[in-house]
């Protein structure tokens, strides 16, 4: 250790530090400066930002004894008095803040820009945020934060923090993109579909509030699971399997027991031998069971061997180094259609193939023989990671009572609960979990990775454990988005008209069953709900290889469905000679249309409203026109694509689909909403509060939301398959118009009126058409507390999903390609979004701009690279595996069409997962369009489209 002095935040330090402790480590772990982020180690990711003498730097790169004698200010050096710096309020104000996990870094860095340069363009700012990603946003608002935040520091539009000043602030510094919404005729041919009102005036609904803890992650004080300590806490690591397949024949953990400071290791050894599923959801749902928490055979490069527990991270490190182990290796196989032959050695007992599953309507071979035309497509999507910024951390407790608390970065902390208590053989009483502030999800935290561990080393120790991943472990280790083959077979009309399609998908399950029905099955179910197609089949292959484990990801098997199925169309209107659009046109379902299976209503389905929209605002025909004029010739190709995608609301008609609210009022007439939907940074939170707020008649800040907890809130499924509005919006608006009904009926006692001529409005009970006469709904509370009755005004309700409606969207995209480079940049993108009714246009917007992001790199440049030789990740970094950067980003333009979803709360339906359905094919249709070139394959890396190039002469 040696001593040194640090100047941080105008104060100085004197500290005792390592010479190879990193700035971070100091400002984190000594400072306890928790609001500068640690979220890849490498200097790839820009969560770690701090200025050092005006500069923004990541200091997870820097020693922290090169800082002395500089200048440092991290972000809760920012605000002074506890007044926001304007950066700060800008961000909450234009809606850039969601996660929170990368918005430190991204303040920082806008503080170093707009100290050098006031007055940047949009340009300057993407290239300035060159080093900092972000997950949940993309960038459009950020960006959109930091020319609010420029125009507010040279004098112009001045603070506020509702979304009508925000915009005003945006228009002053360069214009407002408003999404343009309102009543949309039905779609041409469609059934009528009743909404029972078709554009009401609400309190709440409809406006841009942003999210609630938006102050609390400006400022760096937001809590996540990493940023917490527990007195006696020890550190955990895993030892992670080196090979792919493997019989473990010995395992040596002396020499790390003996090392001062380590307190347990576990191994298969002495660890429960009890089998679970990860993604088991609720209890007696029949998944596979194919899990051990440490098993004697690893059946991928990543897979758990041993984990300790010890009193730092540093001896957690020296201790895994320590551990010896003898491996048998066994056969590998890394490809899903191999792992199918014969041959191929089994991966679990029973064979490589988990299951098969079909589905189908009408008479697909009949249908198909008489078909004018049909055409086939092999289609191959990719493997690609969640990249949410926060790291995979938990943090486990198990106290001297015998109980177990687990602080999860989780989506679904009541089947964590379900699953540790078959585990370890506790009861469910005794086991809390508790999800904090979550740094993104995007279902990567919906199955058990570090729980399990970290909880059994808890319970050994007695003491509390938390394990937190390297960027690196996370990307190998955790879980993936399915890769997957499709093969896909569509009879044709010679008019446009579809009459038949057959779809055979094999997907890569990895080395564990997890979602290996759960996904494949969605996506099947999706299938039959997007084109009028009266004869169909779909079957599914999920299939064991020994590599990393796949499971949900945003979009649950819709990514991969449209992105086959739109390109697909794109051959099918290239066969037929038919514009893409007008194919398009003709066969997507109608509003009321019936589900061709079971035959009931696909509800206010909007797509066609979608399509017209987005080509009207993109200019698709006067591009098209435009391109079509243009020789193609030169190295720069311009090319346009468009593609129609769905995803779901909830899982209706699958399995088990609901959750409960519970509201109390207090005595002043705020009130106290408790949820067990999980809050991952898309603002659920908020938008259940408006919901309440609405049918209360109070304001959005008089209702206090307690979420996510086993042992405070109500149960609930989790945060997944987009249905925290459609589900948990719905258990809020019944608990809120139970209560409403109360505090009515007491106003009604109490002013001598009959409840129905009240009304709520502006915290009272006030008389229709006499608001003189009038009653405060304290003064109901405490009426109702000091009554003859004595009660307290609360409410506890369940709701349970009654329909499958679907949400829908069309994108259109502009790329530009580099015949040279193969290079490819998207130069504009429009994208329409069928939402109902957007209860908070700034939150729908930011999650369709935050899903644009993820869906172009789907398309382009992100692939979890295995070694074709040894099954290891080659990629497992941020440095190479490639995400969009905000300068990447295109100008993007969101319509938002809303017509109402009965029985949607106030109309709504969901946005979350939809958002990046649909990106993949557009782009991938418009370098197509842009080469003349079919690809069948994607990312469309340049190594691809080089080689095609030069495959087809162009």
């Known amino acids: ?36 982020k640690r979220g890849c180690g490498t200097g790839d990711c820009g969560a770690c930002k701090v200025l050092i003498d005006g500069e923004a730097v990541n200091s997870c790169t820097i020693p922290a004894f090169k800082a002395q004698g500089k200048d440092i200010l991290t972000i809760e050096g920012l605000s002074r008095g506890g007044r926001l710096h304007p950066i700060q309020e800008a961000f909450i104000d234009a809606g850039a ?75 002053s510094a360069e214009g407002t993109k408003e999404a343009p919404s309102g009543p949309n005729e039905p779609a041409e041919g469609g059934k009528a579909f009743a909404f029972s009102g078709s554009s009401p005036q609400y309190e709440h609904i409809g406006r841009r509030i942003p999210i609630r803890d938006a102050r609390a992650k400006v400022t760096g004080r937001a809590t996540y699971v990493g940023d917490m300590e527990l007195p006696g806490m020890l550190h955990g690591k895993i030892l992670f399997s080196p090979v792919a397949h493997a019989k473990i024949k010995e395992i040596d953990t002396s020499e790390a027991e003996s090392l001062p400071g380590v307190r347990a290791v576990l191994t298969y050894k002495n660890s429960p031998r009890v089998p679970y599923n990860s993604a088991m959801r609720y209890k007696g749902h029949n998944a596979p069971k194919t899990e051990y928490v440490f098993d004697d055979t690893v059946r991928y490069v990543g897979d758990r061997v041993a984990a300790v527990a010890a009193d730092d991270p540093d001896t957690a490190e020296r201790a895994l180094k320590l551990i010896k182990v003898e491996y048998e290796e066994l056969p590998a196989v890394f490809d899903p259609e191999e792992a199918l032959s014969p041959e191929a050695f089994p991966i679990h007992p029973g064979g490589n193939l988990v299951g098969e599953m079909l589905a189908e309507c009408g008479d697909v071979d009949r249908a198909m023989a008489e078909a004018d035309l049909v055409v086939e497509d092999r289609i191959k999507t990719p493997r690609v990671h969640h990249g949410a910024l926060e790291p995979h951390v938990c943090l486990a407790d198990y106290g001297p009572d015998g109980k177990l608390t687990v602080f999860a970065a989780s989506q679904t902390i009541f089947s964590v609960r379900l699953i ?78 579809l009459v038949a399609q057959d779809i055979k998908a094999v997907w890569d399950c990895g080395a564990y069953a997890t979602s290996a029905f759960n996904v494949p099955g969605a996506m099947m179910e999706k299938a039959f709900k997007q084109y009028r197609i009266k004869h169909m089949r779909v079957k599914s292959l999920p299939v064991y290889t020994n590599t990393p484990i796949a499971g949900a990801m945003r979009g649950y098997g819709s990514p991969q469905l449209v992105a086959a199925r739109e390109i697909h169309m794109d051959h099918i209107a290239s066969v037929l000679g038919m514009d893409p659009v007008k194919l398009r046109e003709k066969n997507l379902i109608r509003p009321g249309d019936p589900h061709p299976r079971f035959g009931y209503s ?46 779901g609301n909830g899982v209706y008609g699958v399995h088990v ?70 589900v948990g919006g719905n258990a809020a608006k019944k608990a809120a118009e139970n209560i409403k009904g109360q505090l009515l009926e007491e106003a009604s006692r109490m002013l001598g009126v009959p409840k129905e001529k009240l009304e709520l409005k502006g915290g009272f009970a006030l008389v229709k058409g ?54 490819v940049r998207v130069i504009d993108y429009v994208a329409a979004h069928d939402v109902g009714k957007a209860i908070n246009p700034l939150l729908v917007e930011g999650q369709i701009e935050g899903g644009i992001q993820m869906g172009l790199g789907y398309a382009l440049t992100e692939e979890l690279v295995l070694d074709p030789a040894t099954g290891r990740v080659t990629n497992a970094h941020l440095k190479r595996y490639k995400m969009f950067r905000a300068e990447e980003m295109p100008d993007t333009k969101v319509i938002l069409v809303e017509e109402g979803e009965h029985p949607g709360p106030f109309g709504a339906k969901s946005v979350g997962e939809i958002a990046t359905v649909p990106v993949a094919p557009a782009v991938i249709n418009a370098v197509s369009n842009a080469l003349g070139i079919r690809f069948n394959e994607f990312p469309l890396t340049p190594e691809r489209i080089k080689a095609a190039i030069l495959s087809e002469g162009v």
């Open 657 to 726: 689909d609901m959750t409960s609210a519970a509201i109390k009022m207090n005595e002043d007439g705020t009130a106290v909403l408790y949820t067990g939907n999980q809050d991952l940074g898309q603002g659920s939170t908020t938008i259940l509060a408006m919901i309440v707020a609405e049918v209360l008649g109070i304001d959005v800040d008089d209702v206090e939301v307690v979420e996510a907890d086993t042992e405070r809130t109500p149960w609930d499924l989790g945060t997944y398959a987009s249905r925290i509005v459609w």
């Open 1 to 36: 250790m040696e001593r040194i002095t640090l100047r941080v935040n105008d104060t100085d330090y004197s500290l005792e530090v390592e010479r190879n402790w990193t700035l971070l480590r100091v400002l984190r772990d000594v400072l306890k400066l928790k609001g500068t």
């Open 420 to 497: 540790l208590s078959e585990i370890l053989g506790l009861p469910l009483n005794k086991i809390r979990v508790i999800k904090p502030t979550l740094g993104g999800g995007f279902g990567g935290k919906i199955e058990l990775v570090l729980e399990p561990v970290t909880a059994l080393l808890s319970l050994r120790t007695g003491r509390p454990v938390r394990i937190e991943l390297s960027r690196k472990e996370v990307m190998v280790s955790t879980r993936t988005r399915y890769s997957s083959v499709f093969y896909i077979k569509t009879g044709v009309m010679r008019d446009g008209t």
């Open 770 to 823: 006499d608001p003189e006469k009038r009653v405060t709904l304290g003064e109901i509370v405490i009426s109702a507390q000091q009554g003859i009755d004595q009660r307290e005004i609360k409410a506890y309700e369940t709701f349970h999903s009654i329909a499958p409606a679907g949400s829908y969207a069309a994108h259109f995209a502009e790329v530009e390609v580099d015949t040279e480079t193969g290079s």
């Open 602 to 647: 696909l509800g206010n389905a909007r797509p066609l409203d979608c399509l017209k929209k987005a080509a009207e605002a993109f200019g698709y025909e006067e591009r098209k026109e435009r391109l079509s004029a243009t020789a193609q010739k030169g190295r720069f190709r311009r090319g346009i694509g468009v593609s129609s995608g769905l995803h």
């Open 97 to 171: 803040v969601q996660c929170g996990f990368c918005t430190p870094g991204m303040i920082i860095t806008a503080k170093a820009l707009l100290d050098k340069n006031p007055d940047p363009s949009r340009e300057e700012i993407a290239k300035a945020l060159g080093n900092n990603l972000c997950r949940c946003t993309g960038y459009v608002k950020i960006v959109d934060a930091i020319r609010l935040a420029a125009a507010r520091m040279r004098g112009g539009a001045e603070g506020g923090r509702n979304g009508a000043e925000c915009q005003e602030g945006l228009k």
